[in-house]
């Protein structure tokens, strides 16, 4: 079993900044790749990042490409989202998962385990 729980959710303004975290507990750490989803109202949830159990790699959605940075702190067992550029069509709950293997993936089904969710708002 693996509890994750997102933090740094807010409201900025186009064109801002901010850093999601993603702190994971009861399975060692690298042992699994950790994703980013999210979900906007009245659409499905999305894959926005992923990275692999070293973090040596990382995938990204096409529309976060360039603006988004997924990172991993293995000593704090924690992911990161930097997420720059922000737009409002960025305006969505965000979902860190962990994945049930060590390989990077964008397949929900891929990630046995999910956090609460954190909002992400951009203003126009």
């Known amino acids: 079993q693996v509890h994750v729980v997102e933090s740094g959710g807010g409201l900025v303004h186009t064109g801002g900044s901010l850093r999601l975290s993603c702190a994971a507990s009861g399975r060692t750490f690298t042992n699994y790749a950790m994703g980013w989803f999210r979900q906007a109202p009245g659409k499905d949830r999305e894959f926005v990042a992923s990275?692999?159990?070293?973090?040596?790699?990382?995938y990204y959605a096409d529309s976060v490409k360039g603006r988004f940075t997924i990172s991993r702190d293995d000593v704090k067992n924690t992911v990161y989202l930097q997420m720059n550029s922000l737009k409002p069509e960025d305006t969505a709950v965000y979902y860190c998962a962990a994945g049930r293997s060590t390989w990077l993936t964008r397949e929900q089904s891929d990630y046995a385990f999910w956090g609460q969710g954190t909002q992400v708002t951009v203003s126009s």
């Open positions: 990275v692999n159990w070293s973090g040596a790699a990382t």
